[in-house]
DNA sequence: TTTGTCTGGACAAAAGTGGGACAACATTGC
DNA sequence: GCAATGTTGTCCCACTTTTGTCCAGACAAA
């Protein structure tokens, strides 16, 4: 029973160029060249033509001695270090970052009640005391009654879209707890997704793929997206959140969508943003439209307009121009 | 489960020009025929006067060399691979490219493993059969169709936990793609966040905070444990994945929560754990339990006796000592 | 006729290699 | 506080290997 020993051994047999290495630890290929010749951080084996062969071993020690770096360690410490010492020191630093979090504070509510809510403004108002509160069944019970004062597409935008940017900002503040916005954003997931439901399916719907790309982890934008689309005749493909980009091109392309949709909001100057529209751009084929939104989607204004995506304004520019698309499609697929 | 194989199985009767294949690829036609020419990259069929004729089995080669080659593999390496090992390959790397922070979502429960009947199975294949040809609506009516003939603890425990189980192993193995577990996963967060709201609220439900602690970003354990223990006449008040410590005690404070449980997943081993528990405990009334399960509950063992945190080895076992503290807080409040 | 594909070869761009330079920054010694 | 020294990321060069593109002439398809 070599077991032990072999479970968490890694694989030392070299087999990756450095460029590999390069995109799966972050670092540049001109770095892990530096390292290696002033440090030798790693000594990969080599090709019969002298091309750098690295193991996935090799890869480890590469990434623990980055993150290493980035809890302010220096590389002349951990570069002569085991793979068990590194990890060791690895998860001592970020014990000790978990460590330092916000003190508790003392609650008070900083939103009136409107018990009748007559505009959407009191509405979010009535919804930010109910978090703040902590009472779902009131928050449940708000967002089963705005509904049906209003049509989806508009509840979604003058209510749903401003309640989630106050908490954003609130909890940034420091007027919500971290546990309030949490438990909001379960609620909110919970009713945004079962809202698509809602919608008879007859199965002959053009497809739309949504999802958020690498990095984005906040998903209700997408979510919102996917239940609006629903109402105009569309079928959302929905992902989740934090789908790479060869996963949509491969999910559109068995799908076979007509549209891709990608909602970007935090944080908005992710370096793997330009990289993953690019590729999903690439991928795809060049008749299926991307459109981009979410308030990150500003921040890209330029690489939007180099690779021809769609970044409509606001959710009703979305619908419209998806309800041309649909429409389009529909006198091609009849003539 | 000869199913997943070979459904997945790919057309390799040769039919289509090679201007097609550019097109599909995104490869130029040269490039295709260059490739042939140096590593035979593709060996396609002839026509009767030499044209070439690709199979959807050649352009799913072609396709999958094209974004091994993105991710910084050599053409000489991957070029002589099997279309099995290029998937291996290039699922690998998507896995563990920069983006590293979401690994298949591996559910494995400690506390389940019941026989499985034969029925349940095949409710499961059905599924994964759903989810790998992305019919979402099938996938759905399944999702629906189980709970009408179990109650939902024993679907839960019986269906739904397995399923978990075997996309995540499904995935690891490259059976599943990614973009087959990201809508499953969204599917799941959906049909299992609504189950909720069947019950009906009478306001003096006991309350229980259910979450996942710092660096579990896995909420679908958790979410079960919300919607099982509604059912048991319990508030749930959930708070979504990844809450630090101090929040959750807050927020165990301000509900007025009888208890908390946790699911913790992947990864096991992430070193924030034991400083997270540890907090959470001494901040939190020595009245209230502390419950913990999920597949990484059983790497802490030691930290959950010094704690003396409960970890039922079942949600069976969860819904016992739940169902024991809810009858004895009755009693304290008549006495 | 016009357009597209085929073969084989030529050529050029991209990427990797070893060596070194250099600026920004941190640390040390005084 | 300051200068000297050490550390570290980035860039440049000359050269090799790998890879993408282009061309010419023949043939096939529309």
């Known amino acids: 029973m ?23 630890t972050g670092l540049t290929v001109d770095l892990i060249r530096a390292w290696e010749k ?10 019969d033509t002298k091309r750098r062969l690295y193991s996935d071993y090799d890869i480890e020690r590469l990434r ?9 360690r220096r590389l002349v410490d951990v570069a002569p270090m085991s793979l068990e010492a590194l990890r060791d ?40 005391f109910a978090i703040q509160t902590m009472d779902q069944h009131r928050f449940d019970q708000l967002l089963q009654e705005g509904l049906v004062k209003q049509a ?35 609620h909110l997931r919970t009713f ?15 497809k ?33 959140p934090n789908t790479p980009a060869d996963e949509i091109a491969a999910c559109a392309m068995q799908s076979g969508a007509r549209a891709v949709s990608l909602s970007m909001t935090y944080p908005a100057d992710d370096p793997r943003i330009p990289t993953e529209l690019t590729r999903l751009r690439s991928q795809l084929d060049q008749k299926i439209p991307m459109f981009v939104g979410g308030s990150a989607a500003a921040h890209h204004q330029e690489l939007i307009g180099r690779l021809g995506l769609q970044s409509p304004s606001s959710l009703n520019g979305l619908r419209q121009s998806l309800n041309e698309l649909r429409d389009r499609g529909f006198r091609l697929q009849s003539a």
């Open 38 to 47: 002033r440090y030798h951080v790693v000594e990969p084996a080599r090709s």
């Open 89 to 128: 020191v690895v998860s001592e630093d970020s014990r000790f970052d978990a460590a330092q979090d916000n003190p508790a504070e003392v609650y008070r509510p900083s939103w009136s009640n409107p018990l009748e809510s007559t505009d959407t403004q009191d509405a979010v108002d009535a919804m930010l």
């Open 208 to 240: 739309i793929v949504i999802t958020t790309p690498t990095g984005q982890l906040h998903e209700l934008g997408a979510l919102m997206i996917a239940a609006l689309v629903s109402v105009d005749g569309w079928l959302p493909v929905y992902l989740g």
């Open 192 to 206: 945004i997704g079962a809202l698509r439901f809602r919608e008879t399916f007859t199965g002959s719907e053009p």
């Open 2 to 24: 070599a077991t032990l020993e072999t479970i968490s051994s890694i694989d030392t047999a070299p087999r990756h160029p450095i460029r590999l290495v390069a995109n799966r």
């Open 152 to 186: 989806l597409p508009a509840y979604l935008e003058t209510v749903i879209g401003p309640l989630l940017r106050e908490i954003g900002e609130s909890t940034r503040l420091g007027k919500l707890r971290i546990a309030h916005e949490h438990m909001a954003t379960a």
């Open 64 to 72: 623990l001695i980055r993150i290493a770096k980035q809890n302010g």
